[in-house]
């Protein structure tokens, strides 16, 4: 839970634009804005200032605000499977009304072109990078898909590298670093979450 906290706080001061929480009081002066200390240190901190329903409500993927703590709410869910998507946490309106959308995966995957799936996941994360510049989206996607096509009737399946557990698993290697990995060795560019490890049954 530490690092879920630390990254939505964090995602949450960028996404919305505003000054910094660490540039003003309670949070000014802690242990949670000493970048010599480490990630797990600085959440650890902020978990402690959390009251239990302030911890509740930011577990949800609209992580509601901490007013007291100057803590932006959040929307994790931001879809980007083949390009920065309509969703909960992606807003189309100027200067961004819109972004690249790249085939679907399973026509990506079907190349077997490794270099082509990173090249892809870095293009979509640049404007992800872009469109959370204007507050217009998160820097969590839920992306990729690596559920395998078992049943064509699951209706998914195009969201997907396919059938084979080998290609699937090469694509998602390929996939993730290109999105999280920018010029910036210390940081994410964006943040990666491969889909879906729970609610995904269909015996």
């Known amino acids: 839970m530490l690092k879920a906290v630390f990254l939505s706080v964090g995602c949450a001061w960028v996404a919305a634009g505003a000054q910094f929480p660490c540039t003003m009081a309670p949070l000014q002066g802690t242990a949670a804005c000493d970048t010599s200390q480490t990630p797990s240190a600085r959440a650890q901190y902020i978990v402690s200032q959390l009251t239990l329903d302030e911890k509740l409500g930011l577990v949800d993927n609209g ?3 901490v007013p007291r703590l100057n803590i932006n709410a959040y929307q994790w869910w931001s879809e980007a499977l083949h390009g920065v998507a309509s969703s909960p946490g992606v807003s189309f309106a100027q200067p961004t009304p819109n972004a690249t959308s790249f085939p679907q995966v399973i026509t990506t995957a079907a190349s ?3 270099t082509l799936w990173g090249t892809i996941s870095s293009a979509i994360s640049t404007e992800a990078r872009a469109m959370n510049n204007v507050g217009h989206a998160g820097l969590t996607f839920w992306t990729p898909n690596i559920n395998l096509i078992r049943d064509p009737r699951w209706g998914r399946g195009h969201e997907t590298p396919g059938e084979d557990p080998v290609t699937t698993a090469t694509y998602a290697a390929h996939f993730v670093p290109g999105l999280q990995e920018g ?17 995904y049954d269909m015996e």
């Open 63 to 65: 992580a509601q605000a």
């Open 112 to 114: 077997y072109n490794k």
């Open 183 to 199: 010029e910036d060795s210390k940081h994410l560019k964006a943040s990666a979450c491969c889909k879906h490890y729970y609610g």
